[in-house]
């Protein structure tokens, strides 16, 4: 995966020293480092048109005014690797004629490898009718002899059948001649790489051309089923734009972290056609997790409908499987019959799981006890309930904003996202966001909730020295949520990006009618002191050692026996109306003791009992919940510390 100048510049001027500069600094500025982006390569017109007086190819200066090797180091000094272009002739492809390496191959090689050359795109113009094999050989061998690791990227344009000799030469090999920015070049091209599947493996790749994706002559649809198709068939992705001015469309599609995967997938099987009728195309991709990268193309003129079935897939006989859309996030359920409406032109691409994925239960559920449908990450995994380290799972600190500490949450590190699989059953997702401690001050990151691929919530910038920002979103109905960090726009060192104590409501509250609370089950509860004793005072110490709920001498069957700091989560998801309760100190404190009781929906104070002490009355406080998703009850001390302070909440009645 990388970048080269051609599609774009040709020969012209704009190729030089400023425009790929530029372009490695995009791959760390804009995430395609992150995304997997790494080689940054020099196509055709790069030297001068003579070598010098000792054989060596010299490069233009007016271009490379620093050299090469000064490139090749900027690059690397970024993290990246570096590529350059040859051809096995006497003269390179463009008009103007720069010397080949025929006859010159270890002369060149080994000039590249001491300017630290990573990568060679070696083309086959001027090739005096010598037969391919033996001049790519000697070139391949010429690179081995260098003893730097340099990919070796063969373009003989599938003349000589490449495919069958290639793999053993180099590491890619051209299949076709040169694409062009246009859908019936692009598709052509797919057409023929797609025929030769069973030659592509791990180290070995068929090379259907690089990336049109942003020059301009195809529309986004078009550009979308370019990369889908790219991806499906394991081709390298060289990005072919000049991404300086490349629009958010363009990025959006060279970032699509599920399609690279699929690109990238460790098994490397180059995906194959299971249907081809009448221009509707349904390719499948076996992936290393047992899954199938499914595309279905629309290479008609008109909109159409494209169907298939698990079992044509390779993968039937479970009786049910998890469908992802890749493209617009959305993730449902399949019992075997795949299809969807594709416009012209067009691909619906598709990652098919055999198994049907957990939906959250019904409550307030932490995000990170959930399981995550898909995790990616700049740097290190995303952690579960720790910070992100940059390295080894599990080597993050405690989720910490500015002193604030987080039990729960997601240590995530830009550019990353997780996504989770809702089913339609959630309502809404509540968290603080913020840049973690660890990084004393550094990093800077936006956060972003995606509903189904549509952006509900935004962050905006935040550094290592903002507060927490708190982050709602409302998930009535949506199949997918997807937690996305983006870097700030300084590279993303230090962006340790914590989604610090997410919360998601799900399912239905409880049915309708009364209920006493301490019949129903809460989602959390702290205490100052013991646990939360259902329907008996709370006894400071073990479970079960309160004593029978009495305020001044008023004994209650039921209700909840708490002490401060105390408070109490009840999941309502809206089914419910109104909450009726006495509050006071219990009798089994002597008169000691003095307390604040407070009910809480969704964040905003209901109701608030005032300052209550074990010698006074109860109170009677009544609050409306009406379509509230959250009940808190809440036990603050009187001021005059928590010692006695047994906090009954005397008969709470949830009506709903
Ligand atoms: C050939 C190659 C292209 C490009 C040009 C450069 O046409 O196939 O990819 O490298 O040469 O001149």
């Known amino acids: 995966m990388g970048f080269n100048n051609w599609n774009s510049t040709g020969c012209g001027p704009q190729f030089n020293e400023t425009m ?13 480092k992150a995304a997997g982006y790494q080689y940054v390569n020099l196509d055709d017109c790069w030297a ?97 002899a260098t003893g730097r690791p340099i990919l070796y990227s063969i373009c003989e344009w599938g003349g000589n059948a490449p495919w ?16 062009g920015d246009g859908w019936a070049s692009m598709i052509g091209i797919a057409r023929a790489d797609r025929g030769l599947a069973p030659y592509a493996k791990p180290g070995a790749w068929n090379d259907p051309d690089m990336l049109e994706v942003g020059n301009g002559g195809m529309t986004d649809t078009e550009y979308r089923t370019h990369f889908s198709l790219w991806a499906e068939m394991a081709a390298p992705l060289m990005i072919g734009t000049d991404l300086r001015t490349a629009s958010q469309a363009t990025l959006d599609i060279l970032t699509n972290t599920d399609i690279i995967a699929v690109d990238q997938d460790p098994l490397g099987i180059q995906g194959r056609v299971v249907s081809d009728s009448g221009g509707l195309v349904v390719m499948s991709k076996p992936l290393a997790d047992g899954s ?24 039937g006989g479970a009786s049910s499987y998890t469908v992802k859309d890749l493209w617009s996030k959305a993730v449902g359920t399949s019992t075997g019959t795949l299809g969807a409406p594709v416009p012209r032109h067009g691909t619906v691409m598709l990652r098919v799981t055999p198994g049907t994925p957990v939906v959250p239960p019904a409550g307030l559920d932490h995000v990170s006890d959930l399981p995550l449908v898909a995790a990616n990450n700049g740097w290190g995994p995303a952690e579960r309930d720790r910070s992100n380290g940059e390295a080894a799972g599990g080597d993050g600190r405690t989720l910490t904003i500015r002193g604030v500490r987080y039990a729960k949450g997601l240590g995530a590190h830009a550019s990353g996202d997780v996504s989770l699989a809702l089913g339609g059953a959630c309502r809404t997702l509540t968290t603080d966001v913020g840049v973690d401690d660890e990084t004393f001050g550094r990093g800077s990151v936006v956060f972003q909730i995606f509903r189904d691929g549509v952006k509900v919530a935004d962050s905006g910038l935040l550094t290592g020295r903002d507060p927490a920002k708190r982050l709602t979103a409302d998930l009535t109905g949506a199949t997918t949520l997807r937690l996305v960090v983006t870097d700030g726009g300084d590279g993303n060192a230090s962006d340790h990006a914590d989604w610090a104590g997410p919360r998601i409501a799900c399912g239905n509250g409880p ?146």
């Open 20 to 32: 790929v500069k530029g372009i490695a600094d995009l791959f760390v500025g804009k995430g395609l």
């Open 48 to 144: 001068l048109p003579q070598r010098d007086a000792a054989g060596d190819l010299v490069p233009d200066p007016v271009r490379f005014p620093g050299g090469i090797k000064a490139l090749a180091d900027y690059v690397h000094s970024k993290g990246l690797k570096f590529g350059i272009y040859s051809s096995a002739g006497d003269h390179t492809c463009d008009v103007k004629g720069f010397p080949g390496a025929l006859g010159h191959e270890q002369q060149d090689a080994n000039l590249w490898a001491s300017w630290g050359v990573d990568y060679l795109k070696y083309d086959n113009c001027n090739n005096r009718g010598i037969d391919a094999r033996t001049r790519y050989r000697a070139m391949g061998d010429a690179l081995k």
């Open 164 to 179: 069958t000799w290639a793999p053993d030469l180099g590491n890619s090999w051209r299949t076709t001649g040169d694409i």
């Open 292 to 315: 199938r990268a499914v595309t279905l193309t629309n290479e008609s003129s008109a909109d159409a409908t494209l169907t298939t079935t698990t079992e044509a897939l390779g993968i």
């Open 511 to 656: 049915s309708a009618g009364p209920h006493q609370l301490s019949d129903l089950a809460w989602s959390s509860a702290v205490n100052g002191w013991g646990p939360v004793e259902k329907d008996t005072s709370n006894g400071e110490q073990a479970a079960g050692d309160g004593h029978p709920v009495t305020i001044r001498g008023t004994r209650y069957a039921k209700g909840l026996g708490t002490h401060p700091a105390g408070e109490i989560v009840y999941y309502l998801g809206g089914a419910c109306r109104t909450l009726t309760t006495d509050a006071g100190v219990d009798d089994e404190t002597g008169g000691g003791g003095s307390v604040t009781f407070q009910i809480w929906t969704d964040g905003v104070k209901a109701a608030d009992s005032g300052r209550l002490t074990g010698s006074g009355p109860a109170a009677h406080l009544s609050a409306d919940v009406t379509g509230a998703v959250e009940l808190r009850l809440v036990v603050t001390d009187g001021g005059d510390g928590n010692a006695s302070d047994h906090a009954d909440w005397a008969a709470p009645v949830l009506t709903c």
